[in-house]
């Protein structure tokens, strides 16, 4: 008589395999639309907090002309405008206008925010894009030099810059490059975006979008896309330095991580060659966490850009709030925020979802 053995987990009692519950995570689209529906609230937030903080100083009216008009002149103004009411109502109407778009017209030079944003937030944007052009081009390098000389006098010098590169203020670096390439060597410009005659030319062609680089492209033109490249080096290469160091440091830690994985450590004992363990295996999961760090240097390039704009007279949106800041015209401020703000959201949702498309545990 032949007996039967029962495989393990076949028995009467056991369960099929196919019942048992296994990990699941969301979906890319659902993934997506979870992060999307994120940035409502948190526009929201940051929208109310900005409100409020500006009211807190007083009604814009009187911070903008409270040394240049009587009492009598304030107060007409102030009940013209309506800040005479509760500040709750004014809340509320400031939420329908940025529902609708408007955000409310400037004291100082009577221009509608909403054109001066889309007039100036291009030479942000365009700067912005320079500055983590430089950062991602020579963080991950530098950090992958560090990683592969891991301990040697290379990678504690690199260290030791990127340490530099993040506390040194971005206004100092670019006195220091302006002085050094500007000044003494006369290589690169000093300010501004492009020299005159060319702006000139861009106005009476009709092809100003905003991005001078597109504009020059768009032309055909390209000894003033030559001239928009020199005037953007310096600003770009200022700020621009401010990530690349956490880049560095980030990249640096990831790679070694996974040049020591065991999948990595199986390659290598296959023959395969240290450049190709590097590039081809070890980089692309060391690139995850800097791509969603990205979402997080956006915000700090944005604040910075105040100062790099101020520094090499780049007119973009800090260069403008700062000027607003200066003549107190906090219905600018407060629309120049509150759009920043708003960038940021946008930012971090494009590079979450980056990340989860490049890694899927992410969704996890």
Do not use: C
Request: hydrophobic fraction near 50%; proline fraction near 4%.
């Amino acid at each position: 008589m032949t007996t039967l053995v029962e495989a393990p987990g076949e028995g009467a009692g056991a369960e099929p395999e196919t019942t048992r519950p296994r990990p699941r995570g969301l979906g890319l689209g659902r993934y997506v639309l979870v992060r999307f529906l994120l940035i409502l609230p948190t526009v929201f937030v940051l929208t109310t907090v900005v409100f409020f903080l500006m009211r807190v100083i007083g009604d814009p009216i009187t911070a903008a002309y409270g040394d240049r008009l009587t009492a009598a002149q304030l107060r007409q103004r102030i009940h013209e405008a309506g800040y005479d009411r509760n500040v709750f109502a004014q809340y509320a109407d400031y939420l329908g206008d940025i529902a609708r778009g408007d955000f409310g017209t400037t004291f100082t030079d009577h221009v509608r925010v909403g054109s001066m944003l889309t007039t100036y937030g291009t030479a942000t944007l365009e700067l912005v894009v320079y500055s983590l052009v430089v950062a991602l081009a020579v963080g991950p390098v530098l950090g992958t030099v560090a990683a592969r000389l891991r301990d040697r006098g290379a990678d504690v010098a690199l260290r030791i810059f990127a340490i530099l590169t993040y506390a040194t203020p971005v206004f100092f670096v670019g006195l220091l490059l302006k002085l050094v390439f500007a000044a003494r060597l006369g290589w690169l410009p000093v300010n501004g975006r492009l020299t005159t005659a060319d702006e000139i030319a861009l106005e009476v062609r009709g092809h100003k979008s905003g991005i001078y680089l597109l504009d020059a492209l768009r032309a055909g033109d390209g000894p003033m896309a030559a001239d928009v490249l020199q005037h953007a080096v310096l600003p770009a290469v200022a700020l621009g330095l401010l990530s690349t160091g956490i880049f560095l440091r980030l990249f640096r830690t990831n790679l070694m991580s996974t040049l020591d994985a065991d999948y990595v450590l199986a390659a290598r004992s296959r023959g395969v060659g240290e450049w190709r363990l590097t590039t081809r295996h070890a980089a692309r999961p060391a690139l995850v966490p800097i791509i969603t760090v990205m979402g997080l240097q956006v915000a700090s390039l944005l604040g910075g850009a105040v100062l790099t704009e101020i520094t090499f007279e780049w007119k973009g949106l800090g260069y403008e709030l700062a000027q607003y800041l200066q003549a107190r015209d906090y219905v600018a401020v407060q629309g120049i925020v509150v759009v920043l703000a708003v960038i940021v959201a946008v930012v971090n949702f494009l590079v979450d979802v980056l990340a989860a498309v490049i890694d899927p545990r992410v969704r996890y």
